[in-house]
């Protein structure tokens, strides 16, 4: 259980931080999630499922809202609202 739970914490920080634009990958913060995904099956089941998992729909959110702000301040972040 505590694997499972660290593996877990392990990809949302992972996934955090690439949505932060922190993280030392570069991409989008659907693709860290994918990645996340990725190994957090690989850890827990030993096997990897390709369809969309919770952190890389997350990431693809996260990607979402990051479009939405650019448009709304027109990609300047110190425009204001």
Not at 45 to 60: I, K, R, V
């Amino acid at each position: 259980m505590r694997t499972v739970f660290a593996a877990g914490a392990a990809a949302a920080l992972a996934l955090a931080l690439a949505a932060c634009g922190q993280s030392a990958v570069q991409g989008s913060a659907e693709e860290a999630g994918e990645r996340a995904d990725t190994q957090f099956e690989q850890a827990t089941q030993g096997s990897t499922d390709l369809s969309d998992g919770p952190l890389e729909n997350a990431g693809e959110a996260i990607d979402e809202a990051k479009q939405d702000a650019q448009a709304a301040t027109d990609g300047n972040p110190a425009t204001q609202p």
